[in-house]
């Protein structure tokens, strides 16, 4: 009786300490998504009226959202496999036991504190049509071009992408190759093993936990680049950097609460499905490992 009762008063405590970040949860993430979700299926501002299915039917006949769709699926497409490739040769390198390895570590972890907008800064500078890089070209006869408006503007977006956040994946990776055990690349090497091999057999098995756990946290991140995009190029840039955020920004400014809250949902929809579809990919991988 004094167990049950000592159980409960725990679970009053607990729920007490939780209390405050269930309220902040409740307030700012649950009653907000159900109204962005009742929004989905109304139409107008003060006196909605529901429209069922209109709205979603709507915005899959946007232009606008198309587009904005294709150039983040593009975006994505390109910048997580290069941040997933470059970040793992980095802890790689970063892994060996090389003087001054703490200095090229504190490097990596540079990108993540300097405030977003100092970064902007500095790529407008070098990216400008009147910039550092133009005229770099220039001193080799070499012509000038606007990089925020050109064709070019989406390889600027990725690669400021990648400089953002390769530094927290490569904290991440470095810390899955530090949980692998030195006595298996000992063993491989008394075996004979090349360096290749045990990548393949040992480094590659072993990192797999830990690059899903990275590559969710890329894709995530890449639907977040919005603030890079709109500071580089405002709310409509060139068409090649025109993304879903650009998208819903321009539709919350233009109070067009219902584009914006069925695009958000599907946008919701498609992170948490591929979501999942990576961690059914990753227990069968942890299963056969």
């Not at 990725?158 to 530094?167: A, F, H, R, T």
């Not at 091999?197 to 690059?211: A, E, R, S």
Request: charged share 10%; proline share 3%.
């Amino acid at each position: 009786m004094k167990h049950i009762k000592l159980k409960n008063k725990q679970s009053i405590a607990g729920f007490a300490f939780a209390l405050p970040s269930l309220a902040g949860f409740a307030l700012f993430f649950a009653i907000p998504f159900v109204i962005s979700l009742y929004y989905c299926f109304t139409e107008g501002i003060g006196g909605a009226t529901f429209v069922g299915l209109k709205n979603f039917n709507d915005l899959l006949h946007s232009d606008s959202f198309l587009l904005a769709a294709k150039n983040t699926l593009i975006f994505n497409s390109i910048s997580v496999p290069l941040i997933m490739t470059l970040s793992l040769l980095f802890a790689i390198l970063l892994n060996r036991q090389i003087k001054g390895l703490a200095i090229f570590r504190s490097f990596f972890i540079l990108p993540m504190v300097i405030p977003v907008a100092s970064v902007i800064l500095v790529w407008n500078i070098i990216f400008n049509q009147y910039g550092v890089l133009n005229n770099i070209l220039a001193n080799f006869g070499v012509g000038g071009v606007d990089w925020l408006r050109s064709d070019w503007s989406m390889w600027v977006l990725v690669l400021l992408y990648i400089w953002k956040n390769c530094g927290y994946n490569v904290i991440l990776l470095l810390a899955g190759l530090n949980n692998i055990p030195k006595e298996y690349y000992e063993a491989a090497n008394i075996d004979g093993a090349r360096s290749f091999d045990c990548f393949l057999k040992i480094t590659v098995p072993f990192l797999i936990p830990t690059g899903f756990f990275v590559f969710m946290v890329s894709i995530v991140n890449s639907f977040k680049v919005f603030r890079e995009a709109y500071l580089l190029a405002g709310s409509y840039p060139t068409l090649k950097i025109y993304m879903l955020q650009h998208f819903m920004n321009n539709n919350f400014m233009n109070l067009s609460y219902a584009r914006l809250t069925t695009a958000a949902f599907l946008m919701a929809i498609i992170i948490a499905l591929l979501v999942i579809v990576l961690f059914r990919i990753e227990d069968r991988f942890g299963r056969s490992v």
